[in-house]
């Protein structure tokens, strides 16, 4: 706990972890570029907060290649803004991306605690 | 419905725009947010802006995920980036024209170019269409028509041998001869003087054309007994039988014979081929002028047509094969003189003797084009400081180099389409208008225009250039970084030193081509200006000249032709002013046909068989002309006409007779002896920039002939004569027609006058050339002293006089463009070399012209260079400080 209470603030993403962040969030569903930030930071336990100068480049990368939609919604509140949507490829990408995170985490435990 | 993106994009929905809403929503919502987390609400916004962080980096890097294929924010950069354009008009304007100038010039050349050289002539199967080339042996001239420089090695061929190849070729599909004649039109009006193509029937399958109306004549009408068959031109069946259908059919009379017209020429039809004028007003059967010495002389050019998969190396064997069997059965002296034939393509030949000059234009232009380039290239790098803001904001945003410099460049390319365009028909026009000002005939002038291959060339033209103009800009932003570009926007646009450097290589660069451009141009005024004042060997003012034509029917035997050529000298001779009068077969620089025959001397073995050109001339020839007569006595009056007499001139004397005086030797034509009663001095008759040759003169009554040049020496205007010189021949047959009335000096003039012509273009392209240097020159001084204003307000305040700035800036200014200049002679006498072939008495080497031009050039750069020098030495220091 205390060490988790350390790293609060802004911590450097990879840019591979982002997408996987925002694809992991919208899976839950459609959500808007302020919704998938709020999301990260609560699903994270207020660990990671995303620089929004990074997210909606990602959000406009991911959409080009083809795993995201987007679309002019209002929100419950009645604002306007535009809604990012999971496809069907952006799932198995998502899907793609679990599995090589779980490598990722895999073989760098293998070096860093070997003993677990 | 959901439209796909980039439909949406078309029809408006803008990228950027929907990025700015989008993240104008983010915003809202994180402050409506905060406002329920019960923040105060008057800072709510304020803060979610602060989270938000750099609103403009967010969009700046979402706009490099769209790709940099994206068309929008390449039409965004741009609408961007021109915006500056227009704000300078004044750059703008000299941007278009310059490249107008620059790509029109080049347009321009290329498309006279490819009108006469490049394009295949307008004939059914023209590639397989082939001149006879005549390769005489050794030291032999082959008597064949010639054009100015050069005698071309296109020959004429004897009817027999003509013949005996197309009996026995069977590699060709069709043996075609022609020649140019002159001749009398006497049906549909006055006597008219029209220039007849004489052709074979093959002519017609040969180039593939059928007669609009009626038929071509066939080869047993021509070999028949009744060849007086014609065809009329289009132009001319309109113009002077008012395009009448029942003309096919009727009788013509030309040269007092009757003619039937069996056919009309289709409508624009122009013959390009070599010895025939391009609109013939009449086609008339190679036969109607026969006889005996037509058969003998070499008189056809003769153009094949190859079969088709046959190769030019087999037609080739096959032709020489036959000039050997036709030596083995024919006793022609004519053919013992050649000792081979090949071929060469009809549309080679067209305009061949001009295609040295072409290319040279051509080459000048595309100097022209460079110099252009590389003058707004410097214009536009010195102007990139004045957007050093601008960009180096953008840089610092994170745009990419390439895109920055993406934008750089199409910027420039977009500038240079209007000059391009503009330039581009302006070319095509100012080509045809320059064509037409030739003095003479331009072979397939008429075909230029703006074809896909002119346009496809001037759109790479503009599209390069503007390339070539924005490379530097784009490259020099793409590779400098921010600090200095922002550091260079505040005080005053110093001059990054590296960017003065490339301006400096541009206008070195500039100065080069245009001093090798001048080298050239000024050897051109030179070879015009020797071959003006060229001693021709004869008089050329008060000197009328005119030539009739003796239509064979009336005069068929030389009894008439005598009676009629005494008649017309007693005639000529009593016109009031007239002090001497004469007729020849040919006067100098007027390329009749010539005559020649076969020569030798007796006593003198090694001279036997010689072919010397010989002139028919009448008593008072060479005075009337102004020819000095050197030794001996003038050919005699027509009273007692010496039968055997022979003039000769002073080359024959020198190269047949040496030192010694031929007068009362004896000369063997053939088996006849002739008697030389005279030398005369030596004079330009064919060509003025050939040296004599040998030629000997008889007296025109010894063999009348029935092309007639008159000269008339007149104390006053020979202009005046005209009326009575027609009113001369008209009493004695009126059925004639007087022709190319005209002096000697304009004969003169005329003969000069292409390579005036051609000094005057290649003067004013390099007068254009050197002008735009030159404002490169100006336009760089000066920028460099405007940046570096208060740095001589400093230095002038303490202490440094005025002229020690003028100095340095004068030598800054000019160190380079005198560099320029002397790597500018070197490529000079290169480009010097390469027309070597069109100078005429002066040579590529030739030292005077090389220090002139470098003299020239340095005293103006110094000029270009002083003026904004001057400017700088008079600056007041307070002045110069203030300025920044």
């Known amino acids: 706990m205390d060490e988790q209470k350390k790293h609060t603030g802004r911590m450097e993403l990879l840019q591979g972890t982002l997408d996987l962040l925002i694809l992991q969030t919208l899976q839950w569903g459609p959500q808007h570029g302020h919704g998938i930030a709020n999301a990260i930071k609560a699903n994270s336990g207020e660990l990671l907060s995303v620089e929004t100068g990074s997210l909606y480049p990602a959000l406009h990368r991911l959409e080009k290649k083809g795993w995201l939609r987007s679309e002019w919604k209002l929100t419950d509140n009645s604002q306007r803004a535009k809604f990012y ?23 760098i435990s293998r070096i860093v605690r070997p003993a677990e | 419905m959901r439209l796909p993106t980039w439909l949406q994009r078309l029809f408006g929905r803008n990228r950027e725009t929907d990025l700015a809403d989008e993240i104008e929503a983010h915003l809202a919502l994180e402050t409506q947010q905060r406002l329920e987390r019960n923040e105060p609400p008057e800072e709510v916004r304020d803060r979610a802006l602060r989270d938000f962080g750099s609103i403009a980096l967010a969009k700046e890097r979402t706009r490099d995920t769209w790709g940099f294929g994206g068309f929008q924010a390449f039409r965004d950069d ?63 001239q082959t008597g064949s028509q010639a054009s100015e420089s050069a005698p071309s090695a296109i020959g004429r061929l004897t009817r027999g041998f003509s013949d005996h190849i197309r009996n026995h070729a069977r590699t060709l599909e069709s043996v075609s001869i022609h020649t140019q004649w002159m001749g009398v039109m006497n049906s549909g009006g006055a006597a008219e003087r029209i220039m007849p193509a004489l052709v074979s029937p093959e002519f017609f399958s040969a180039l593939g054309v059928q007669p609009a109306l009626g038929r071509p004549f066939t080869r047993q009408e021509m070999e028949g ?27 013509v009379t030309i040269d007092g014979e009757p003619y039937t017209v069996v056919g009309i020429m289709p409508r624009d039809f122009r013959v390009w081929l070599s010895g025939l004028t391009a609109s013939p007003q009449v086609y008339l059967p190679v036969s109607s002028r026969d006889g005996q010495e037509f058969r003998r002389n070499p008189a056809e050019v003769v153009i094949v047509k190859l079969s088709e998969t046959v ?87 994170g745009a990419t180099r390439l895109r920055v410099a993406w934008q750089l460049l199409s910027e420039c390319v977009l500038l240079a389409l209007p000059g391009g365009v503009l330039g581009g028909f302006a070319a095509i026009a100012a080509a ?28 790479t033209a503009t599209l390069v250039g503007g390339i070539l103009v924005g490379m530097l800009p784009a490259w020099r932003f793409s590779t400098e970084n921010t600090l200095a570009g922002g550091r260079s926007l505040g005080s005053g646009a110093t001059a990054t030193p590296s960017r003065g450097r490339m301006l400096d290589v541009l206008v070195c660069a500039q100065v080069t081509l245009a001093v090798a451009v001048l080298v050239c141009s000024a050897l051109f005024l030179e070879s015009f200006h020797e071959l003006r004042s060229v001693q021709p060997g004869y008089q050329l003012q008060q000197r009328l000249t005119a030539q009739v034509i003796l239509p064979q029917a009336s ?92 003039i000769v001139s002073e080359a024959f004397a020198r190269k047949y007779f040496a030192s010694a005086n031929p007068v009362g030797e004896t000369l063997l034509q ?129 202490g440094a006089r005025p002229r020690d700035i003028l100095a340095q800036v004068m030598r800054r200014g000019i160190r380079l463009p005198a560099a320029g200049v002397i790597l500018g002679i070197p490529l000079g006498y290169v480009l010097a070399r390469l027309i070597e072939s069109e100078l005429y008495g002066v040579e590529a080497a030739h030292l005077n012209t090389y220090l002139l031009v470098a003299g020239i050039m340095l005293v103006v750069i110094a000029g270009a260079a002083a003026i904004p020098a001057l400017r700088a030495a008079r600056v007041s220091p307070l002045e110069a400080l203030r300025h920044e």
């Open chain 1, 85 to 107: 949507k999971l496809t069907p490829p952006g799932k198995k990408q998502l899907s793609r991306e679990l599995s090589k995170w779980d490598l990722m985490v895999q073989a």
């Open chain 2, 225 to 251: 007994s009744n060849p007086r068959v014609c065809l009329l031109s289009y132009e001319y069946w309109q113009s002077r039988f008012g395009g009448r259908h029942s003309v096919v059919g009727e009788p």
């Open chain 2, 78 to 140: 741009l609408r961007f980036g021109l915006r500056f354009f227009a704000k300078h008009k004044l750059l703008t304007c000299t941007v278009w024209l310059t490249l107008a100038l620059g790509t029109g010039a080049l347009t321009a050349a290329f498309g006279v170019v490819e009108a006469m050289l490049l394009r295949s002539l307008p004939y059914p199967g023209a590639g397989r269409l082939y001149h006879v080339l005549l390769h005489p042996e050794a030291g032999e």
């Open chain 2, 670 to 798: 053939g088996t006849d002896p002739l008697r030389i009663t005279g030398v005369v001095a030596d004079h330009r008759s064919q060509w003025l920039v050939q040296t004599s040759a040998p030629e000997i003169y008889r007296p025109l009554l010894m063999e009348p002939k029935t092309l007639l040049d008159m000269v008339l020496l007149t104390g006053g205007d020979p202009h005046a004569l005209v009326p009575s010189l027609r009113e001369a021949v008209a009493a004695i047959d009126p059925m004639l027609a007087v022709g190319k009335v005209s002096t000697m000096e304009k004969n003169f003039d005329n003969g000069v006058a292409p390579l005036r012509f051609r000094a005057l273009l290649t003067g004013s392209l390099t007068a254009i050339a050197v002008v735009l240097a030159l404002l490169g020159v100006y336009a760089v001084v000066a920028w460099v002293v405007r940046a570096r204003i208060p740095e001589y307000g400093v230095r002038m305040a303490l």
């Open chain 2, 432 to 459: 045809r208008l320059t064509a037409s000002l030739y003095p003479g005939t331009l072979p397939r002038a008429d075909l230029i225009g703006f074809h896909p291959a002119v346009l496809l060339f001037s759109i």
């Open chain 2, 555 to 646: 005069y068929a035997d030389a009894p008439s032709r005598a009676r009629f050529t005494t008649e017309l000298l007693e005639r000529l001779r009593a016109i009031p002013g007239v002090q001497r009068a004469a007729i020849t077969s040919s006067i100098p620089l007027n390329l009749n046909a010539s005559y020649a025959a076969a020569f030798s001397i007796p006593g003198k073995p090694e001279f036997s068989d010689q072919r010397i050109a010989i002139v028919f001339v009448s008593s008072q020839y060479f005075e009337a002309l102004g020819i000095p007569l050197l030794s001996g006595v003038p050919l005699d009056g027509e009273q007692h006409p010496e039968s055997k007499a022979a």
């Open chain 2, 311 to 397: 190769s030019v190396d087999a037609a080739t064997q096959e032709l020489n094969t036959l000039l050997e069997s036709a030596r083995a059965e024919e006793e022609d002296l004519h053919q013992r003189r050649i000792s081979h034939l090949s071929l060469m393509p009809v549309a080679d030949e067209v305009a061949s003797q001009l295609r040295p000059m072409l290319y040279t234009i051509l080459g000048l232009c595309g100097c022209l084009y460079l110099i252009a380039c590389m003058n707004l290239a410097g214009l536009m790098l010195a102007q990139t400081a004045a957007r050093a803001r601008e960009l180096g904001i953008r840089r610092a945003l």
